[in-house]
């Protein structure tokens, strides 16, 4: 009752004709099409009695039954529902189901053909079936035809297997060889015609466990006896490296696999092994999780679509869904703004101008639109909790309007997400074309609309990420080193990895990418850790500069021998970073990011305290990609996108991701990567059978930056320069501490720890005072700078502050 009153305001507000109790029926409004469907229908049923057509209609009716048989009918009503859907717009559902529909269609033509092998002795209308066959003459043609034989009987396993997937993987594993070939040669058919989503499945386990035999053996089920019926069938190991030719593969052990695994290896022969551009081994996409299918929510999304109209209209909004774009985490619900029509009452009046009475005396009226203007984008958005209300979700968000789409996006969290994994989107298309076209393909997550997300590292060239504790950060991290891993060797591409919390990158302490022997930990590394790298970059410049190029892959593509490898700088939370060392940190940080990107060094930043001491403006202004995630409150997400939107995120890997070429964020759900998963794309490049051919550190370039570190802060055997200066700022306060000296000063922790225990010493300030470790200021600038300058400066004597103890 409340949408049928709803949808009779908004007629009255467009200024339509009101329905006499004509058609109200039950209490419900019949809907006006459907009305006028039916008069038409049964006016064009009056017209062959009305002119000579029944002459041509009944030769067209038996032309009809001469060809189908009794299918004419199951084409009349199969024709009728088509019809009905259509009218009642749900075209959707019809695009859902393509793959049944298709499959149907199969089943029908092929009982077509066993109708043609039946002749009853009847007629319908003026056809003889006795003559023609139940099945028409197409019936016949498919059982008499040695071509169409062969067709008419692959059309039941396909179009079986099309519309009951589950089933005929359970019949085929119990199939005899013969109709396990079958069933392996209709998956494989089914992958080239694109119809593999569900069908392909369904069979695809099962024509795995038949192929041993197709092979003429006998599918054992046992672990042992499983491993070993692969191992005949698959054939030798691929070697890992390319080696010499007289050299044969040297056997390895293998291990136990699972059920699983032994699967997927039937799938994917040895031969099948990928590798890099360079010869070198990568690990299978078999190492990685599989997606698990998605679950049809379309009855789901179509209520919801109906219930923000509804809503929206009750607050005399007026406005249509023209799409439903659903994602593994949210669903967006394009809506089209409508029309605010103004109306105004005529009085209706004869030819002679006068006035016209209705059935009580009163003058009729009628409406007229005098003004139609569009909806204001505004009225949507500011109805925000009202919908949120409506769809009693905690959690929506607005997108007005949709970049190069004219409609404004409502967000609307799924009942229950679904995990992105890293494999679904690298044996995306997407993901393959870009392995082509990038340098450094990175797997980000999946659209609003279920569509990869594919960026290159290369590109950005370097990226911020940031966003609370448990928002989905660190595994987007892990994601990003796991994609990297499974698609370029180390020859191809080097790690330095810092990680302050000492948990996160220490898995990867094994993998031979690592441009040092060691993930950095310690603070007191970070600052020559980062000088390394800025070392290499300046003589990445020299060369380029000899070989007379611009940028690294013109150089790798005339240079002579190995080219210069991709280098990848990863810090997990930039905040310790910059609460030892704030002023060189960012000093470091700022020159890479300004000068790396054409020497193949790239950063990528993380940090779970997105704040102006943090991220300051320098960082902001060099990292011009950034990726969002859950934050606390809107300043947080003004700080990262200058912008709100991220304080509206649901967690779990779902981000605002803003690339260098986007004006507006763009909403993702990033890819998971298990601990497992990460433990086995290790696991395989720590195996021992790399250990010769991966390349050498770069440890004496980390060596080198750390003694010009050291020289830098040593002072002079007359004593630190910087003293005067730092007695000096001490008479400017009255407390002072190792952190203000760091940042005035512009030094790094020693020096400045060393000077402050020179001003204790010359008793110019105190011990340090509590946890924060600041000290109070005992003597004047000018006094204790007197001393420093003519050398009678003493020892600290106690007697300052002596008195108060």
Known sequence: MARAKARRSRAVARGAPQFPDLFTVGGRLLRPEVVGTVLVVMAAAVIPFLFPFAGVLSEGRDGLIRALGVHVFTLTLVVAAIGTMLALQYTIWLRRHVRHLVGASMLLVFSAGVLGLWKPATSVGGVSLALHSAGGDFGRFLVGEPVALLVWIALLPVGFTLVWPRTARMIALNTPPVSAAIAHATVRGLDRLGLHRAAGRGLRSGGRALAAQVSGQRAPRGGASYERTIEELAGPAAPTLSAPEEEAPRPRRRTPKTPVQIAMDMDRPPAAWRHSADGWQLPAIDTLVASVEAQDSTDENERRARLIVDTLASFGVDARVTQINEGPTITQFGVEPGWDIRTRAVVERDPDGRTLLNENGQPRTREIEVSRTRIRVNRITALQNDLALALATPALRIEA?????????????????????????????????????????????????????????????????????????????????????MNHSPEQLRLIMVDPKRVELTTFESI???????????????????????????????RFAQAGVRNIKRYNEVVEGKGLPYWVVIIDELADLMMAAPYQVEQQLVRLAQLARATGIHLVVATQRPSVDVITGLIKANFPTRIAFAMSSQVDSRTVLDQGGAEKLLGKGDMLYVPTDAQKPIRLQGVYVSDSEIESVVKFWSDGRFDKAVPAKHDDLLREAELELAELEQPSDDGDPLLAKAIELAGEHQRISTSMLQRRLRIGYPRAARLIDDLEERGVVGPPDGPSGSREVLRSSETAGAEVLDGTATPVALRSYGDDA
């Open 401 to 485: 309007p949709v970049p190069g789409k004219p409609i404004v996006g409502i967000e609307v969290p799924n009942a229950s997400a679904r995990v992105v994994t890293l494999r679904s989107v690298m044996e995306s298309a997407a993901f393959q074309g870009s392995l082509s076209k990038m340098a450094l393909p990175v797997a980000l997550g999946s659209g609003v609309s279920g569509e990869p997300a594919v960026a290159d590292l290369a590109a950005m060239p370097h990226v911020l990420i940031a966003g609370a504790t448990g928002a989905g950060k660190s595994v987007c991290l892990n994601a990003i080193i796991t994609c990297l891993l």
């Open 512 to 542: 031979p990418h690592l441009a040092f022997s060691n993930i950095v930990v310690d603070m007191d590394k970070v600052v020559g850790t980062l000088q390394a790298v800025i070392h290499e970059m300046e003589s990445r410049y020299r």
